[in-house]
């Protein structure tokens, strides 16, 4: 994937447009939010950010995106505005009301032109 394909990719989350994120994906990607959360296939990380989406506002901001043969290193802001209630959310409890903005790190693996895995972690938060 060329840098142009991972900012299409990320301006696709951005505007949570499920299809066009995830068509990015290979069918057996696997998706690893630090050791909170590991999900496999492509349906399997929409189906996370449908709820998520469904409880809050994820805004992903690039502040540097490195591209290679096989992958890419991301290291994003993104604003995490809740808008409906969530205690029991498996990441982090979160009310309607509450932001968070949280700077990752964020390694991706590609064969084929798809993403094959997305390794994600917290480099700060506030």
């Known amino acids: ?18 299809a066009g994120f995830s068509s990015y994906y290979a069918d057996d990607v696997e998706f690893c939010l630090g050791d909170r959360k590991r999900i496999v296939g492509a349906q399997g990380i929409v189906a996370f950010y449908t ?3 469904d409880h809050i506002s994820e805004e ?5 995106l490195i591209v290679a043969p096989d992958g890419a290193a991301l290291h994003s802001r993104t604003t995490f505005t809740t808008f409906k209630d969530w205690p029991d959310f498996e990441v982090w409890p979160t009310m309607k009301g509450d932001v968070r903005v949280v700077e990752s ?21 506030q």
């Not at 992903?60 to 540097?64: G, I, P, Q, T």
């Not at 590609?110 to 997305?118: D, F, H, L, Y």
């Open 60 to 64: 992903l901001e690039v502040l540097d």
């Open 105 to 125: 790190i964020n390694m991706y693996r590609t064969a084929g032109g798809k993403i094959t895995q997305v390794k994600s972690g917290r480099f700060s938060s």
């Open 1 to 18: 994937m060329t840098e142009e394909d991972f900012r299409r990719y990320l301006a696709a989350f951005n505007a949570r447009d499920f």
């Open 51 to 53: 709820r998520v989406f």
